[in-house]
């Protein structure tokens, strides 16, 4: 009986723990979008998030890909947009792109971001209008690879996130 009172208790440490409330916790999916929130010792994070629809090539061994709107109001971040290919970049050989407008994105390890706020606020509003995205990249041994984003569902993902984190 004690035995079990103890492994209870153990229990119920290791998942109130603070990895526990490190976890995203989803607030919500809209199509192909879903919105997170998750508190950190820096603070609360909300952010909304896809993965494509399609990658290629399928021969290009990679992780996941995602795609990232990020708040962070603890650090005055709002609008983040960042977006893993799932390997390794190549240095700077990241864009984005709909229609006939072209987004570059500064690339460090295996993350992407678009470093300039009007950018960012551009790509947006983009984001908002798009039937969808395609990002183009190169592997850090120069091997492209593609990744096609749905925009179905990125308004609301979107609002959540940034409501969220109001």
């Known amino acids: 009986m004690l035995f079990k009172k103890i492994l209870i208790l153990v229990c119920l440490l290791i998942f109130s723990s603070n990895s526990f409330a490190n976890t995203p916790r989803s607030t919500g999916k809209s199509k192909n979008w879903e919105s997170f929130t998750m ?25 996941k890909s995602k795609l990232f709107v990020t708040f962070r109001p603890s650090e005055n971040i709002v609008d983040e947009i960042s977006l893993t ?54 592997t850090a041994k120069g091997a492209e690879t593609t990744d096609h984003y749905s925009m179905m569902g990125f308004t609301k993902a979107y609002n959540a996130a940034k409501k969220n984190c109001s």
């Open 39 to 63: 508190e950190t010792d820096q603070g609360k994070i909300c952010f909304a998030q896809t993965l494509p629809t399609r990658r290629a090539p399928a021969a290009v061994k990679r992780n």
């Open 85 to 138: 290919s799932g390997h390794e970049y190549k240095a700077s050989t990241v864009t984005a792109s709909s229609g006939k407008r072209s987004y570059s994105f500064f690339s460090k390890k295996d993350f992407a971001w678009i470093l300039d706020d009007q950018e960012e606020k551009k790509f947006i509003k983009l984001m908002k209008k798009a039937t969808d995205v395609i990002v183009k990249a190169r």
